[in-house]
Every structure is written in structure tokens, then in C-alpha cells.
């Protein structure tokens, strides 16, 4: 792939996301036959068609393809393989502003619920579709909790030249990487559902240049 990859980013830097790609193209073996089938369909003769409106027909087929996976795969899962309910951000919610960079595109959202965002990237391709799945809580966030809840022993600490502010970053460090470890193990199995689902056109992120597929995986692959 070319150099700037899109990437998806975390709320923080405390939590490095990989960035996973699909490849819609992927879900045909054969073009012309996949243009054939949407022409009789919709009673196009194919003997007429160049090969510039075959691939023109075939690029529209896998534009449908992803807004399908956008507008509802993660709302019609199995319950059983569901995880989690997920709820499609309304307009002010789409774009997340904390994961975009200039160079690496907006930060777009799938789905998401109380403690997860699916996202993608504005600069997503049919052909090079990139997703990934973060946690929705921050340290910053966890810190401020930790300071507000534990205030009543500011003056415990201040009274014995101790700081505070730095016991209260410690703590929150430590609650992070409980959240984070029962994050992991929450939605490591919904990743495996994706992949089960999703694994024949997937790639994951390696480097500014290249991404490397992930069709099979062995049993210990870890996605999160």
C-alpha cells in the first residue's frame, strides 16, 4: 500500500489500537461473474458492456457491499455472538475529533456503546477499508475521578508534605490497566467473531507502506 496508511488512534496514547483493513473486492472470486449476476438482475445486457463499464458496475457492486457492512453489520449480529449492543452514532457523533490527524484523515464512527467505539477513517476505500476498535475511557478521565472521589485526604497529604495530585495519577495508572486488561477480555472474543466473519478480506496495518493479510490466524492470534 501507499504511504499514509490511515490509521486508527485511541482517545489517549496509553492505548495503541491496531489498524485492520478490508478488502471488498476480496468477497468475489471472479469480476465478470459478480457483474453478470447484478445484470441480469437488473436485465443489463453484459455481452454489451466494455471492460471500463464492467469495472465500473463491479466498483458499484462493493460500494453497496460497504455501506451494508457500515449501515448494518454490527446492529444484526447473532445475540450470541453480539458481545455487546451497539448503537449507530447520531450526527454529532460521527466524526471523533480526538482520533484525527491531519495526515492520517477523521476518525469516523461505526458503532458504539458505554465503554467502546468500532471506527474507521474518512479516507476509507472500498478496496482498502480500514477499522479498528478502542476503549471509550482515558486516563486523563479515570485520574480526575480518582482525584475528586479520594478529596476529603488532601489535607492529609498536604499536612505531611506528600503529593497528592501524583499519588492520585499513580492510582489511576494502576485502575487503567485493570479497565484496559478487562476490555481486552471482553471484546477479544467479538474481534474473533469479525474475523470469523470478515477474516478472508481482512489485512492488518504494517507500517506507513504496507499492510500484511490475516485471512488465517491461529487459535492464540490475540486482535486486541
Request: glycine letters at 4%; charged letters at 35%.
Amino acid at each position: 500500500m501507499g504511504a499514509g496508511n490511515p490509521i486508527i488512534r485511541s482517545l489517549d496514547d496509553n492505548y495503541d489500537p491496531t489498524t485492520y483493513f478490508l478488502d471488498f473486492s476480496d468477497c468475489y472470486s471472479d469480476k465478470e461473474e459478480a457483474v453478470k449476476e447484478m445484470c441480469e438482475a437488473n436485465e443489463i445486457d453484459f455481452s454489451q458492456l466494455s471492460e471500463d463499464e464492467i469495472n465500473e458496475h463491479f466498483n458499484r457492486i462493493i460500494e453497496w457491499d460497504v455501506e451494508s457492512f457500515q449501515d448494518d453489520y454490527f446492529f444484526n449480529l447473532d445475540k450470541k455472538e453480539m458481545i455487546a449492543d451497539w448503537r449507530k452514532p447520531n450526527r454529532d457523533e460521527r466524526y471523533l475529533s480526538e482520533c484525527s490527524g491531519s495526515f492520517r484523515g477523521s476518525a469516523v464512527i461505526l458503532a458504539m456503546n458505554d465503554d467502546t467505539y468500532l471506527l474507521t477513517t474518512d479516507e476509507a476505500m472500498s478496496y482498502h477499508y480500514p477499522f479498528g476498535i478502542i476503549p471509550r475511557f482515558k486516563l486523563e478521565d479515570i485520574a480526575d475521578e480518582l482525584y475528586d472521589l479520594h478529596i476529603d485526604k488532601y489535607d492529609w497529604y498536604s499536612a505531611r508534605n506528600l503529593d497528592y495530585s501524583a499519588r492520585m495519577d499513580n492510582l489511576a495508572e494502576r485502575e487503567y490497566d485493570k479497565r484496559l486488561d478487562k476490555w481486552r477480555k471482553k471484546y477479544e472474543p467479538f474481534m474473533k467473531t469479525f474475523h470469523k466473519h470478515w477474516g478472508k478480506i481482512m489485512s492488518v496495518r504494517n507500517g506507513a507502506w504496507m499492510s500484511m493479510s490475516i485471512s488465517k490466524v491461529g487459535d492464540e492470534y490475540q486482535f486486541l
